[in-house]
T-cell receptor, first 110, second 112 residues
Framework: GDSVTQMEGPVTLSEEAFLTINCTYT??????LFWYVQYPGEGLQLLLK?????DKGSNKGFEATYRKETTSFHLEKGSVQVSDSAVYFC?????????FGAGTRLTVKP | KAGVTQTPRYLIKTRGQQVTLSCSPI?????VSWYQQTPGQGLQFLFE???????NKGNFPGRFSGRQFSNSRSEMNVSTLELGDSALYLC???????????FGSGTQLSVL
């Protein structure tokens, strides 16, 4: 069935380091792709999304590009901050059925 | 605009008991989805309700059930609790289902 594979964590970076969290999906169709973020003690929040091939979603300095040829939607940020410490979830949406990756915990140290 | 509200925030039950969790979606949202989050399994989809009808269902046993009321508020029920049901249960609402979900802070259920 349809699924999503996300880079395992935890990931620990120093402030201002470059971040990449890999995500690949399998699908027979063309899902919309999402990244959600969960800060400590909170529910998930939508971070960014892309709805078709080659679309780039961006928000708060984070970016991800819908790569149909590699079925990937890797999350990147050029310079992370301590406040970016959270768990990040990749989530393809298959016909209104949202599937979440296992989540990648990011810790950013000052 | 108030966000998604889940009650209670924490719950402790014993094996064999049943539990009901509540979710109030954002005003105007007609779709409510439920997820179970555990360290080992991550986020797993339970079910989605839209206009009082269950529209999608995940792979959970029949002990897990839900319903949605005419005001879009939703409840989730777990009967005959097992230790493995200990998890954070998250509710998410959206205007019409699917695309953009707004999550509550969750109900942390501990089964002893």
């Amino acid at each position: 069935g349809d699924s999503v594979t996300q880079m395992e964590g935890p990931v620990t970076l120093s402030e201002e380091a470059f971040l990449t969290i890999n995500c690949t999906y399998t699908a027979t169709g063309y899902p919309s792709l999402f990244w959600y973020v969960q800060y400590p003690g909170e529910g998930l929040q939508l971070l960014l999304k892309a709805t078709k091939a080659d679309d780039k979603g961006s928000n708060k300095g984070f970016e991800a590009t819908y790569r149909k040829e590699t079925t990937s939607f890797h999350l990147e940020k050029g310079s992370v901050q301590v406040s970016d410490s959270a768990v990040y979830f990749c989530a393809p949406n298959y016909n209104n059925d949202m599937r979440f990756g296992a989540g990648t915990r990011l810790t950013v140290k000052p | 605009k108030a966000g998604v509200t889940q009650t209670p925030r924490y719950l402790i039950k014993t094996r064999g008991q049943q539990v009901t969790l509540s979710c109030s979606p954002i005003s105007g949202h007609r779709s409510v989805s439920w997820y179970q989050q555990t360290p080992g399994q991550g986020l797993q989809f339970l079910f989605e309700y839209f206009s009082e009808t269950q529209r999608n269902k995940g792979n959970f046993p029949g002990r897990f059930s839900g319903r949605q009321f005419s005001n879009s508020r939703s409840e989730m029920n777990v009967s005959t609790l097992e230790l493995g049901d200990s998890a954070l249960y998250l509710c998410a609402s959206s205007p019409d289902g699917g695309e953009k979900l707004f999550f509550g802070s969750g109900t942390q259920l501990s089964v002893l």
